[in-house]
């Protein structure tokens, strides 16, 4: 086998830059790299890389995005996955948590009250981290449960207060591989997606 000789993180240049406006907060559509095969499971092994089995007992994704690579990783993991809803959509008793995402408006998270037994160790995983009001939600509602949260994985984990306050208390990975990138960005100017072109 040939070794790969592309920087680390190349896919990261395949997402596709915002072309509709301020009327969508999202800087980048992360889900263009997932449409290459080769991106999405280098993605996927890159944000796994640094758990070992025995780490994780169940992976546990964010509505919706967090869906995509959550799902793909439990079955990379070859673990159970949880779906952590937005409020509102489980047929079932649940546990929910108010909080504030990175466009500053009130959201409201659930998960079943049955989740998890006490002491389970959940992987958590959403595609990006900007303020980190949902990601603190989400980890709120695990150790409501008395879940232990194993790590954090995303795309990306912006170095914002709340991407901080993360970073320094749990295990978190990313597919951000420098300093340069990394602080493109947390600017929100990630030079390799300018080259981007729709097919």
């Known amino acids: 086998m040939a ?41 996927v092994a890159d944000l796994t890389k640094d758990f070992q089995p025995d780490e994780v007992d169940l992976v546990a994704g964010i509505d919706a995005t967090g869906f995509i690579l959550g799902g793909a ?21 649940v546990d929910d948590v108010r909080f504030k995402d990175y466009s500053k408006k009130e959201k409201r998270l659930e998960i079943r009250k049955d989740a998890f037994k006490p002491g389970t160790k959940v992987l958590i995983v959403d595609q990006w981290i900007e303020t980190g009001g949902t990601m603190a939600a989400a980890v709120e509602l695990v150790e409501r449960q008395q879940g232990i949260v194993a790590g954090i994985a995303c795309v990306c984990i912006e170095e914002s207060e709340g991407g901080k306050r993360l970073m320094e208390k749990y295990k978190c990975v990313s597919c951000v591989a420098s300093r340069e990138i990394q602080d493109q960005v947390n600017a929100h100017n990630l030079e390799s997606c300018k080259a981007y072109k729709p097919l």
């Open 73 to 93: 990783i439990a079955c990379h993991l070859k673990k159970g996955f949880l779906a952590i809803r937005k409020y509102g959509n489980l047929c079932v008793e």
């Open 3 to 43: 070794e790969d000789k592309r920087e680390p993180g190349w896919y990261l240049a395949l997402m596709a830059p915002n072309s509709k406006g301020s009327e969508f907060l999202q800087w980048l559509d992360t889900t263009a790299m997932y449409r290459n095969a080769e991106a999405f499971h280098q993605c």
